[in-house]
Nanobody, 127 residues
């Protein structure tokens, strides 16, 4: 049984930082790209960032580029999202996801490209 468990969300003031973590079990973590998405109330789920299985390549949405950093630890089966200079518009439920195919050289920016999802962690940024 594949499980993705996020943690690290919370309430922070604008300009603050949070680090999200996502621990994966039940599949060979090293073989799959990982992604972060977010969904605000009344909005569709949107791409935030992704990282290849090796960790050598990363992709970011324009809205978070320069503020967020994705990384992974293939020993700890964990992917991270360091979020700095947070803005109220970053408020959303953040989800991690595991790629549907192995060894993707270009992670998908679409939810349909991911096979497994975590339950989400709430991030609230106050102004």
């Amino acid at each position: 049984q594949v499980q993705l468990i996020e943690s690290g969300g919370g309430l922070v003031q604008a300009g603050g930082s949070l680090r999200l973590s996502c621990v994966v079990s039940g599949r060979t973590f090293n073989d799959y790209a990982m992604g972060w998405f977010r969904q605000a109330p009344g909005e569709e789920r949107e791409f935030v960032s992704a990282i290849t299985w090796s960790g050598r390549s990363t992709v970011y949405a324009d809205s978070v580029k320069g503020r967020f950093t994705i990384s992974r630890d293939n020993v700890k089966n964990t992917v991270y999202l360091q979020m700095n200079s947070l803005k109220p518009e970053d408020t959303a439920i953040y989800y991690c996801a595991s790629d549907a195919t192995t060894y993707s050289s270009l992670p998908s920016i679409y939810p349909r490209g991911y096979e497994y999802w975590g339950q989400g962690t709430q991030v609230t940024v106050s102004s």
